[in-house]
Every structure is written in structure tokens, then in C-alpha cells.
């Protein structure tokens, strides 16, 4: 048996202690070897936010994993053009670690739209599903695994004990707000680097 691998993909824009702490949770629960992260460049499913470019997501993701155990960036969606399919970003892997066993970290919120991916019924066997619950959106994703896993077999499982109540979107928030607070929600090196890029809406500093 190969390794287990898990991909993180995300634009992690900014990346955050809650996707910290949701990789650190995944790997553990599910005996992963490593937790591959992958940046996104240009996500298909959603328009990216702006504030920070991929060489600048890149080297937040860098500084955030720097020294974590089991953790790794990986650039197959960062340096290739056009959208970042799923698809094309697990093929590209495959061909870098072969015979390994892959796992994919999925928040709740894009659980009902993987039907709805790129060649979702070709990629959707080709690994495991870790869905990861997110509070306060009021839906259960138990009942999407169900229905996904009878179309697809038992490729899903549920992240529980673990809950992500910070968002990428909270953070950049507070800071196009000047609300107080934002480092908090961030490893001291992203704080630190989006500081002195002047990322956010912020002014650099030397």
C-alpha cells in the first residue's frame, strides 16, 4: 500500500488558523501521511477576490505550514493556466507520487456542488472525500454524503469534532473595515508578511 496523501486545495486568500487547524484534524482522524496544500491560481467554480496575487498566496501558505509536521505545498495548480479543475490538479499528482492513496478535504459548503465539477463522475472515485462541517450554515451535510454515496459508493466521511468558524472572508473583512483583531486569526508569519505587503487594503510597512 502506497501512502496516504491528502490535497488542500483552496485560495487560501488568506490563509488562516482555521485551515491550520482543519489540516491538522484531517490528518490526524484519518492516519494521512502527508496533507499536500495545493493553491489555486484560478478557481473554476467561484470568481477569486482580490487583494493578494498566487505568488503572494503562495508564500502565505509557505510561511503558514513552515515547520508543521506532515505538511507540504504543492505548486501543480499554481503554475499551470487556465482554471484550476480538480481533475487536472489529481492527474498532475498521481504522476508525482504514484501508488499512493488520496484523500481530498472538502468544506461542507462545496459538497452539494461536486456533482456539478469538471468530469465530476470520472474524479469523484478516484479518491476519498474528507468533508469538513461548517457552523452556523444551517444545513446538514450528512444528508448530501447520503446521496452522494449512493451514486458513488462510501467515498465520504465526515470531519466530526472538528468545526472551522474562521473564513477567508471574515478576515479580509476586517481588514478593508480596520476592525481590530485580524492577526489574531492568522499565523504570526501571514500577519507579518500581510503587513508588510500592504495586502488587504492595508499600507505596507518596511
Not at 15 to 25: Q, T
Not at 53 to 62: A, Q, Y
Not at 104 to 124: C, F, K, S, T, V
Request: charged content about 20%; glycine content about 10%; some cysteine.
Amino acid at each position: 500500500m502506497g501512502e496516504r496523501l491528502g490535497i488542500f486545495g483552496g485560495t487560501f486568500n488568506p490563509v488562516h488558523r482555521g485551515h491550520l487547524a482543519m489540516a491538522h484534524a484531517a490528518r490526524e482522524r484519518c492516519k494521512l501521511d502527508q496533507i499536500l496544500w495545493v493553491p489555486a491560481a484560478q478557481p473554476p467554480h467561484k470568481p477569486l477576490a482580490g487583494g493578494a496575487s498566487i505568488d503572494e498566496r503562495v508564500e502565505m501558505v509557505r510561511l503558514a505550514i513552515a515547520g508543521e509536521a506532515g505538511m507540504a505545498l504543492s505548486l501543480v495548480d499554481a503554475r499551470r493556466p487556465g482554471p484550476s479543475y480538480a481533475i487536472d490538479t489529481l492527474r498532475l499528482l498521481q504522476e508525482q507520487y504514484p501508488g499512493a492513496q488520496w484523500y481530498w478535504l472538502l468544506g461542507q459548503d462545496g459538497l452539494a456542488d461536486l456533482p456539478g465539477w469538471y468530469r465530476a463522475a470520472e474524479l469523484i472515485p478516484r479518491c476519498r472525500w474528507i468533508v469538513v462541517p461548517r457552523p452556523g450554515s444551517g444545513a446538514d451535510p450528512k444528508q448530501a454524503m447520503a446521496d452522494l454515496t449512493e451514486r458513488f459508493g462510501e467515498m465520504f466521511a465526515l470531519l466530526t469534532g472538528f468545526e472551522c468558524d474562521i473564513s477567508s472572508t471574515q478576515v479580509r473583512e476586517q481588514l478593508a473595515t480596520g476592525r481590530a483583531g485580524w492577526e489574531k486569526l492568522l499565523s504570526k508569519p501571514v500577519a507579518v508578511y500581510i503587513h508588510r505587503r500592504g495586502l488587504y487594503g492595508l499600507s505596507a510597512s518596511a
